[in-house]
Nanobody, 117 residues
Framework: VHLVESGGGLVQPGGSLNLSCRAS????????MRWYRQAPGKVLDQYYI??????????DYADSVEGRFTVSRDNRNNLVWLQMTDLKPEDTAVYYC?????????WGRGTQVVVSE
């Protein structure tokens, strides 16, 4: 099982980044997908920042990113994305991709996002 995130980097406040997560080794199309983040010096936030259902029609977001972040998925290619706009310094974190596949949980290793001048 692999979840590989990419797309992180350094961006100025107000900027945008598009994270991607490539999945393999499990039934991606039957899995709900989420993004979590861990800010510097803090534990992994127990609440997701974005959630997407198996068909991609249902999405949900943390209040802190609602209206700025958009989650989407491609079941044919086993990909999930997190489009992030109007980034703020408080969005600085390691972003993790998460999959819930019929009772099994999988995590990626994360991709670093730094929002700074």
């Amino acid at each position: 099982v692999h979840l590989v995130e990419s797309g992180g980097g350094l961006v100025q406040p107000g900027g945008s980044l598009n994270l991607s997560c490539r999945a393999s080794g499990f039934d991606f199309s039957a899995s709900t997908m989420r993004w979590y983040r861990q800010a510097p010096g803090k534990v992994l936030d127990q609440y997701y920042i974005a959630h997407i259902g198996i068909y991609g029609r249902y999405t949900d977001y943390a209040d802190s990113v609602e209206g700025r972040f958009t989650v989407s998925r491609d079941n044919r290619n086993n990909l999930v994305w997190l489009q992030m706009t109007d980034l703020k310094p408080e969005d600085t974190a390691v972003y993790y991709c998460y999959a819930y596949d019929q009772g099994r949980e999988y995590w990626g290793r994360g991709t670093q996002v730094v929002v700074s001048e």
